[in-house]
């Protein structure tokens, strides 16, 4: 039994995966997984409605989740098509994260009108929109940067408001009971002008594909748009008259209706925009798989069978939590692979996938590490890290879709795939070192496992890393110089970000200089590689949070709180590094 | 980069002056002192700070104001409060750079010997200091302004962002301009100005460095005009604080009273919030006043043709920026079209020109303009940088994992420790 426990853990690893790929099916009557699929075009990108509604609802309640207020859960596709259909019944889901007391002062509400005493529905804020606009607007002309919390919240919440606004003009107007039914006569199609007008302006979406097959995205319009060109019912793109037919089989409960309006949909889009169609499906698919978060689970139960294992079974679950952080690394890759092939990108575009990628190269390394020293120390300090950057992509998906497109100055894939990727690989490998040293330190203070070799082992590795950071970090920061060169028409221009990734480079380099000196021993080489977290976490995050230079592309106020509390955790560590040897319980009564 | 024995780093002793002959001079200890590995280390961490104050010091002074302060000087100066005396708190950017640059040279003429195991830290050594020169050198030749053109427009000239000059024009002659340009510097002195091809003098009576300008009819109650000749005479200037946000300019302002032989003319505003410039004669010839930006002249020309400014469909997020440039050289050498976009300047007679922004509805597009004639020094740089850290680090692993396949029998951990390089 003992010996095969790394297999056992892998095997079950791969099942789990397994299910998590298996395609769900509908739980009720209606085709919701096939709607979810049809491409409209949001944000610049064509992207299935399974995204709009899932980032939606990320962005303004934090989860996916959506409970009716009879208690009932309902899917995101099931949301998105009360939203767009029957927006009096979603009027009254409580969708509206408020975390803010004031804010809930300007509707009113206390937080016991709220389900879990923070989400409230649009009905609920409906006698307050007006103030709501009101204090948004007093709060707009304040630089981001300067606005109280009370602030930032109103702004947030009124952008929310206004995004699910635009949602209701996306395929019908509220207040046309039945558009279907209006197309159908050229009079009824003439009185309702101005509503297709109001839907052309606010609709964030535009699910009308163009008359001819092109991969241009410029052609698709919104349903509004479309109306407005069509003088009489004969002049109606067949398109909207599918989602009108959608609209009024989900209103009437007549889910054949629904599923055959679907499918000839999908028959068509796949026939004539096959492109557009297969990164729907994909993206949908990818969507419901969820990868980063099995990825996220896998590395918890990597990090456990590691940790486990310097107290009992050093061997079999050593290699089990080899493997399964494998795992978790394979699906994690996939995952980004995804993306890439969706984007048609570098993998890091953004503040997203820069977390994707920072514990996708630090558990890269620690693959590598492992391999060769087959401690268990690399499989935890990976999956830590894997995992805590997850945890911090997950956060930071709550602000809306992860896939945006790139601002001019940054569309270019070539610095992208050069510049950016290099200089994420140093962040990650600075972490890994930083990491590593927690674990020596850790290990050192607490326990009795910090034996001479092991000790000497992490060591050499947090070296080997902080060499590896060294030249990742520095070769990153200078082709960065290169891209402002050619950009800005400065090598280097001291701006924030510039200032953090060269302070990334400036202490790795303190730490190669003290050790190649002597200044530092063992010890002193931990506590600088921790402080290496420090200076990395402030250059990632730290420089947006200032909101000035031209880097800043990626402001979250709550990321502050959880960057102070990070370096506060990390200066406690290197306090517990200072203390000396001899009362290390691992060094007691050692000479260090 | 000591030369701490290989096979030693993890624990290797303090570092111990090392044994110098008997009478060795103060030369020979100052030398020590400036190649030593521990200054190095002081340099790095003095940078870190200074670096990271910098940083958060920029929301309050913009990214130029702490060029300034903080890494083009020599010093970090900081106000005594309570008086107008500024005392150096921390080295600045120049005396760090220095002094790493000064611990760099010396170290390599004092202890590094040139073997095959330290070729990359030769090589990356050498690239920092190309680095540190060439940064210098950035700081103290590059020259910055921008090119503001409306679509059809002609310019051969480059304005700068913060340097203001006073040009005093003849325009008597339709062929052409007779300007004298003066420094804005020198109407914030006391000096009475004269110049050659001027037949009056210029006595600087105010100065503000940024004002606003208020219409008198929109005041109530306006307080005499300083000005008595000019637009400035329904105007009230109103001193303003310096400004140092990127997206903020400043306007000085100031009064200039002009006199000839036989006595004053009069006194007029000047102000770089005035649009257009002020005309008055004087014996028989046209003379114009304006408070402009300061003007570097160009021996080529830049024409507008087009400028496109794409975005993605249904966002407003800009996808690109482009300007369609016809480039006339004095000389007639060249007469030519570029496109100048995002990420892809053009480099001409000295010259960078960058797609910076655009104005008025996309009618007005807005290149910087830059002249660094040390801009090739860092891509040197980075190239030898890269190539020493990938030998060095190479040397290192291939070091390691030999030892790794060699018999490990015997050796203590510590012993089949990566080799100090």
Known sequence: MKKHVPLIALA????????????????????LAGFGRLPVLSGGRIKPLDTIARTGLLMLQGRQRVMTPSGKEVTPEEWLLDVFFLPETADAYQVFRIDNPDVLSIFSLTRADGEGGVRFSYRQMQAGLDELDRQAHLAEPVENAERSAFQRAVVELRSHVEFYVRLKFGLEAPGIADLAAELSDAARMAALHASFETMDTFSSLRAVPPARASGDPAGWQSVGHSLLGAASPSGVDPHVLVYAALGKSWRDSQPDAFNSAVRSYRAELSANFPAAARRSNTEAFFNQAEPFITSLFLYVIAFLLAAISWLSWPGELGRAAFRVMGLAFLVATLGILVRMWLEGRPPVTNLYSSALFIGWGSVALCLVLEKLHRNAVASAAGSMIGFS????????????????????????NFWLSTHVVTVTTGYASTFLAGF????????????????????DALARMVYG???????????????????????????????????????????????????????????????????????????????????????????????FYGLITFVASQLAVIGLALVPLGSWRSFRGVKA | MSK?????????????????????SLVRTLVSGFASLQLTVALLVLSLVMI?????????????????????????MAKVAGTGFSLPVFPGGYLLGGALLLNLVTAHADRFRLTWRKSGIWLTHVGIILLLIGEGLSGLMQRDGQVRLDVGQTKRYVESFRESELAVADITNPGYDDVVAIPVARLAGQDVIQHPKLPFTIKPLAFFPNAVLRSRTQVANPPPSMATMGDGTDVIAEPAPVTYKPDEGNFPTGYVELAGPDGPLGTWLVSAMLDQPQTFTYQGRTWQLALRAQRDYLPFTLTLGKFTHDIYPG????????????????????????????????????????QAGFANNDHTSVLEAVRNPSWQIPYLSCALIT???????????????????????????????????
Not at chain 1, 437 to 445: E, F, K, P, Q, S
Request: hydrophobic share 45%; with cysteine.
């Open chain 2, 387 to 421: 190539l020493g850290l990938v030998l060095q680090f190479g040397i290192n692993l291939f070091g390691f994992f030999r030892r790794r396949a060699g018999p490990a029998s015997g050796a203590s951990p510590a012993q089949r420790a990566p080799s100090s390089p």
């Open chain 1, 436 to 455: 590593l040293a927690i674990i020596y330190i850790l290990r050192g203070v607490l326990t009795r496992s910090l034996d001479p070799r092991t000790a």
């Open chain 1, 465 to 559: 890393i902080v060499c590896f950071a060294t030249l990742f970090s520095f070769v990153g920061t200078m082709l960065g110089g290169i891209w402002a060169d050619q950009s800005w028409g400065r090598f280097w221009g001291w701006d924030p970000k510039e200032n953090g990734a060269l302070l990334i480079v400036i202490w790795n380099a303190v730490i190669l200089h003290c050790r190649w000196g002597g200044l530092v021993r063992q010890r002193g080489m931990m506590a600088l590689a921790v402080f290496g977290n420090v200076v990395t976490a402030w250059s990632w995050f730290g420089t947006n949070m200032l909101g000035v230079g031209l880097h800043s592309y990626g402001f979250t106020s709550a990321a």
């Open chain 1, 12 to 31: 079950l690893g791969l099942l789990w995966v397994g299910a998590t790929l298996l395609p769900r099916g509908n739980a009720g009557p209606f085709d």
């Open chain 2, 315 to 354: 966002t407003d997020i800009p996808k690109n920026f482009a300007s369609t440039i016809r480039l006339r050289s004095d000389d007639g050498r060249d007469d030519r079209s570029v496109l100048i976009s995002m990420n892809n300047p053009l480099r001409y007679g000295g010259f960078a020109f960058y």
């Open chain 2, 52 to 76: 990271f104050v910098a940083t958060l010091d920029q929301v309050h002074l913009g990214v130029w104001g702490v060029q300034q302060k903080y890494f083009h000087s020599f010093f970090v």
């Open chain 1, 389 to 412: 950057t997850l945890v911090i992509a997950h956060h930071l998906s709550l602000s809306g879709d992860t896939l945006e497109m790139m601002r001019a100055v940054l569309d270019s």
């Open chain 2, 4 to 24: 701490g024995k290989p096979g030693q780093p993890l624990k290797p002793e303090p570092a111990a002056p090392r044994p110098r002959p008997e009478g060795a």
